[in-house]
């Protein structure tokens, strides 16, 4: 999966009432179906006291991961309208979670489509969508005279690094996944072999 995707570059939020009952939906970026599954845990446990919390997510693993959740509503007037707003704006590596505090008034399946696929929109909105490609990490070990050469080529590159100073200097390294490979041999041949390299 070289290709670039559409994404959210961070969280987003949206609160509304529909007759009665308040809805509120989060929207966040998740890279792994575990990130996505614990976004949905932690929203669950914040808002524990909310009548319903719907699930929705797109993650690009492999294969490739869609799920939602009517948790508790009728029958596909929750969890399918939150996917479909995911899937018709074509984003990925994304979660939403809809919370609805019940407000004595039944909206109906129509009425709840409309208010969860609402609360995922304005959501959406809220983080903004952004053009990704997909990236690995990996981790460059290296001793101190080695360091200077490894940190000017990463630096040239225009990737994003951390640098740990210790006993021996290691940089954590984020670099799109077309990029990779010739970095690191570009790594390699800077410190004649010297590098140790690990991909995370």
């Not at 707003?85 to 994304?94: A, D, F, K, S």
């Not at 995922?120 to 490609?133: M, N, R, S």
């Not at 077309?178 to 390299?197: P, Q």
């Given at each position: 999966m070289t290709d670039s995707?559409?994404?959210v570059p961070g969280r987003?939020?949206?609160r509304f009432e529909v007759r009665g009952s308040e809805f509120i939906g989060r929207v966040a970026p998740a890279t792994t179906v575990e990130a996505a599954e614990?976004?949905?845990?932690?929203?669950?446990?914040e808002y524990a006291d909310a009548t319903h919390n719907v699930p929705a997510y797109r993650v690009r693993a492999d294969p490739f991961r869609e799920y939602a959740s009517d948790d508790g509503e009728p029958s596909g007037s929750a969890g399918d309208?939150?996917?479909?707003?995911?899937?018709?704006?074509?984003?990925?590596?994304?979660?939403?979670?809809?919370?609805?505090y019940y407000g004595g008034t039944n909206l109906g399946v129509g009425g709840l489509a409309s208010a969860y696929s609402k609360a995922?929109?304005?959501?959406?909105?809220?983080?903004?969508?952004?053009?990704?490609?997909p990236h690995e990490q990996f981790t460059v070990t290296v001793a101190y005279n080695d360091s200077g050469s490894?940190?000017?080529l990463l630096e040239s590159a225009?990737?994003?690094?951390?640098?740990?100073?210790?006993a021996e200097v290691v940089f954590d390294v984020r670099v799109p996944t077309?990029?990779?490979?010739?970095?690191?041999?570009?790594?390699?041949?800077?410190?004649?072999?010297?590098?140790?390299?690990e991909l995370e």
């Open positions: 995707y559409r994404t987003g939020e949206a614990a976004f949905v845990d932690a929203v669950g446990e309208p939150a996917l479909n707003v995911l899937q018709q704006r074509e984003i990925e590596n994304v979660v939403a979670v809809v919370t609805r995922v929109k304005e959501g959406v909105d809220d983080a903004g969508v952004v053009e990704e490609v490894v940190r000017s225009s990737v994003e690094f951390d640098a740990d100073y210790e077309v990029e990779g490979s010739e970095l690191r041999d570009r790594i390699r041949s800077a410190t004649s072999g010297r590098a140790a390299i």
